[in-house]
């Protein structure tokens, strides 16, 4: 399966995935034009569309892609999304006429009440969870929710490529090298990344055995990362929970400095 990250809004990752034959999956479509471009471009023939949550930077494109190509919409059960045609729940195996691979739904809520993931052929879709060195904000959820849904995640095959939603790995690793200066896996990821960048090439996918070597929040038990809640918050080693909860909100507070 190839995976195309289509750019929209200032950070955005529009997903297309492609099998052999030219059908295509479209993942979290904020803006139709950008996709309806993409499909074109590339020749392709558009199956579903798979929708992670409601947030209209996902599926604000959505009704005029299907106005064009007349195509299921698979969504979790969530009445803020109106256009879904297939209600998915935790355990569903999503089957697409015409197009090559299936799709496992993993529920993984933190950032919206109703999350969800999708995972096949090696990719993983999974929107505004789990970002290359980052997480998504807690909108909805708790910090013990959100911890469970990137453990789960974590627990995918390592070499699994990570798809996400946004272009936030560099500030990402910002914040993470505030946490883990001492990571060397890290500082080679923020080198590779800031020539990727600086050559207007996305930073994703990523993988999870990148992630699981870069990433704070899938890294609560490392070593430095318990000295840091110890030494910073009082956080008692074996208090992974309220370890999360302080990482995510020295994130949400946290402002990537100029020279980054």
């Known amino acids: 399966m190839r995976l195309i990250p289509v750019p929209a809004f200032d950070d955005n990752y529009l997903w297309l995935a492609v099998d052999g034959d030219g059908a295509a999956v479209a993942v979290d479509p904020g803006a139709a034009e950008p996709v309806l471009a993409a499909l074109d471009a590339h020749a392709l023939t558009l199956r579903a569309i798979l929708v992670t949550h409601h947030h209209n930077d996902h599926i604000g494109g959505v009704a005029d892609i299907v106005a064009r190509h007349r195509v299921p919409v698979y969504a979790p059960d969530d009445e803020r999304i109106a256009l879904a045609t297939a209600r998915v729940h935790d355990g569903d195996r999503v089957g697409i006429d015409g197009f090559a691979a299936s799709f496992d739904v993993i529920a993984?809520?933190?950032?919206?009440?109703?999350?969800?993931?999708?995972?096949?052929?090696?990719?993983?879709?999974?929107?505004?969870?789990?970002?290359?060195?980052?997480?998504?904000?807690?909108?909805?959820?708790?910090?013990?929710?959100?911890?469970?849904?990137?453990?789960?995640?974590?627990?995918?095959?390592?070499?699994?490529?990570?798809?996400?939603?946004?272009?936030?790995?560099?500030?990402?690793?910002?914040?993470?090298?505030?946490?883990?200066?001492?990571?060397?896996?890290?500082?080679?990821?923020?080198?590779?990344?800031?020539?990727?960048?600086?050559?207007?090439?996305?930073?994703?996918?990523?993988?999870?055995?990148?992630?699981?070597?870069?990433?704070?929040?899938?890294?609560?038990?490392?070593?430095?990362?318990?000295?840091?809640?110890?030494?910073?918050?009082?956080?008692?080693?074996?208090?992974?929970?309220?370890?999360?909860?302080?990482?995510?909100?020295?994130?949400?507070?946290?402002?990537?400095?100029?020279s980054w």
Not at 206 to 216: F, G, Q, R, V, W
Not at 233 to 257: E, N
Request: hydrophobic fraction near 40%; charged fraction near 20%.
């Open 108 to 258: 993984t809520p933190g950032h919206t009440r109703s999350h969800v993931s999708y995972v096949g052929d090696g990719a993983l879709f999974c929107g505004d969870t789990l970002f290359s060195v980052g997480c998504g904000r807690l909108f909805e959820g708790t910090p013990g929710q959100m911890l469970a849904s990137l453990e789960r995640l974590a627990a995918l095959p390592p070499e699994t490529a990570v798809c996400c939603a946004h272009e936030y790995t560099l500030s990402n690793c910002a914040y993470a090298d505030t946490i883990e200066p001492g990571n060397a896996a890290l500082r080679q990821r923020i080198a590779n990344v800031r020539t990727l960048r600086a050559q207007v090439r996305p930073s994703l996918p990523s993988t999870l055995a990148l992630e699981a070597a870069t990433n704070p929040f899938l890294r609560v038990d490392a070593p430095d990362v318990v000295d840091w809640g110890m030494r910073t918050h009082g956080i008692a080693a074996a208090d992974r929970v309220a370890r999360f909860a302080a990482l995510r909100s020295g994130k949400d507070q946290f402002r990537t400095p100029a």
